[in-house]
């Protein structure tokens, strides 16, 4: 069974760095063509992609975020970080990591974490 | 705002047929493949429909998905109340090298 756990701050102060881990089991970073993104959601709004990382250590970012994003792995501890930098209240949101499966889906998902940004 | 277009809201009664579409260009669901994921209220979401036409095991046939163009659809018949829930379509984006997702579809069953 594959498994995504999302954990990081729950309260970040604007300006700040927001460090998020996505632990998951069931599957390996190593495998040829395995992935692990995160996606996040405003409260009441849209799902929005942020990154993908591969088990070559491909990276991608959203061209929207202004290169404030990081995304590495340990596959050491089946972990994926994502780095923030630059946090605004406009990041307020659920931050989702999901694998990265064939045909480009995200299948399995966490149950998320809200992150609120606010002084 | 999203690069995909998906109309914000939709509604059925049960056994009714729905359809939700799903409006990008050439560079998204013009030259690829398109996921439906399903976000029932207050939980993460799951995938619905991948490769396009595809469903999970454990994904009821009354889903499907097609795409002719640039645009893509689901359609869910048989509607239930279980299907109540927000319905988003994703696909690769060989301009912007990365995931776009639509604004979502709020399903609403009478």
Same mark, same amino acid.
């Given at each position: 069974?594959?498994?995504?756990?999302?954990?990081?701050?729950?309260?970040?102060?604007?300006?700040?760095?927001?460090?998020?881990?996505?632990?998951?089991?069931?599957?390996?970073?190593?495998?040829?063509?395995?992935?692990?993104?995160?996606?996040?959601?405003?409260?009441?709004?849209?799902?929005?992609?942020?990154?993908?990382? $591969? =088990?070559?250590?491909?990276?991608? $970012?959203?061209?929207?975020?202004?290169?404030?994003?990081?995304?590495?792995?340990?596959?050491?501890?089946?972990?994926?970080?994502?780095?923030?930098?630059?946090?605004?209240?406009?990041?307020?949101?659920? $931050? $989702?990591?999901?694998?990265?499966?064939?045909?480009?889906?995200?299948?399995? =998902?966490?149950?998320?974490?809200?992150?609120?940004?606010?002084? | 705002?999203?690069?995909?277009?998906?109309?914000?809201?939709?509604?059925?009664?049960?056994?009714?047929?729905?359809?939700?579409?799903?409006?990008?260009?050439?560079?998204?669901?013009?030259?690829?493949?398109?996921?439906?994921?399903?976000?029932?209220?207050?939980?993460?979401?799951?995938?619905?429909?991948?490769?396009?036409?595809? @469903?999970?095991?454990?994904?009821?046939? @009354?889903?499907?998905?097609?795409?002719?163009?640039?645009?893509?659809?689901?359609?869910?018949?048989?509607?239930?109340?279980?299907?109540?829930?927000?319905?988003?379509?994703?696909?690769?984006?060989?301009?912007?090298?990365?995931?776009?997702?639509?604004?979502?579809? @709020?399903?609403?069953?009478?």
């Amino acid at each position: 069974q594959i498994t995504l756990r999302e954990s990081g701050p729950t309260l970040v102060k604007p300006a700040q760095t927001l460090t998020l881990t996505c632990t998951f089991s069931g599957f390996s970073l190593t495998t040829r063509g395995v992935g692990v993104g995160w996606i996040r959601q405003p409260p009441g709004k849209a799902l929005e992609w942020l990154a993908l990382i $591969y =088990w070559d250590d491909d990276k991608r $970012y959203s061209p929207f975020l202004n290169n404030r994003l990081t995304i590495t792995k340990d596959t050491s501890k089946n972990q994926v970080i994502l780095t923030m930098t630059n946090i605004d209240p406009m990041d307020t949101a659920t $931050y $989702y990591c999901a694998q990265r499966r064939g045909a480009g889906r995200f299948d399995p =998902w966490g149950q998320g974490t809200l992150v609120t940004v606010s002084s | 705002q999203s690069v995909l277009t998906q109309p914000p809201s939709a509604s059925g009664t049960p056994g009714q047929r729905v359809t939700f579409s799903c409006s990008g260009s050439s560079s998204n669901i013009g030259s690829n493949f398109v996921n439906w994921y399903q976000q029932l209220p207050g939980t993460a979401p799951k995938v619905l429909i991948y490769t396009t036409d595809q @469903r999970p095991s454990g994904v009821p046939d @009354r889903f499907s998905g097609s795409k002719s163009g640039t645009s893509a659809s689901l359609a869910i018949s048989g509607l239930q109340s279980e299907d109540e829930a927000d319905y988003y379509c994703a696909a690769w984006d060989d301009s912007l090298n990365g995931v776009v997702f639509g604004g979502g579809t @709020r399903l609403t069953v009478l």
